[in-house]
């Protein structure tokens, strides 16, 4: 079982930007690809970025290649997204999750975490 908790949600202005953590419980983070997805009120959940167990393949939807990054430490069981440039459209409940494949274009995300909350106002 992994828990995963998320951090560094808020409410900033349009242009600015924030940091998303996620910290995994458990000893096989390591071996796990992460992604982070998003829900938008009255929308389905979208995915949004995943990285592979090593680091070294990230994936990004369309609409944030350019202003999001996805990172990880896996000393630290920890996954980041940085996000640059914000719009007032990437308002929505950010959740990371965990895939056991290590193959983050599986679409096995298993593990989930309870969200927090990013607000981009106009």
């Known amino acids: 079982q992994v828990q995963l908790v998320e951090s560094g949600g808020g409410l900033v202005q349009a242009g600015g930007s924030l940091r998303l953590s996620c910290v995994a419980s458990?000893?096989?983070?390591?071996?796990?690809?992460m992604g982070w997805f998003r829900q938008a009120p009255g929308k389905e959940r979208e995915f949004v970025s995943a990285?592979?167990?090593?680091?070294?393949?990230?994936y990004y939807t369309d609409s944030v290649k350019g202003r999001f990054t996805i990172s990880r430490d896996n000393a630290k069981n920890t996954v980041y997204l940085q996000m640059n440039s914000l719009k007032p459209e990437d308002t929505a409940v950010y959740y990371c999750?965990?895939?056991?494949?290590?193959?983050?274009?599986?679409?096995?995300?298993?593990?989930w975490g309870q969200g927090t909350q990013v607000t981009v106002s106009s």
């Open positions: 990285i592979s167990w090593s680091g070294v393949n990230t």
């Open positions: 458990g000893r096989t983070f390591s071996t796990y690809a």
């Open positions: 999750a965990a895939n056991p494949t290590g193959n983050p274009r599986s679409g096995e995300y298993v593990y």
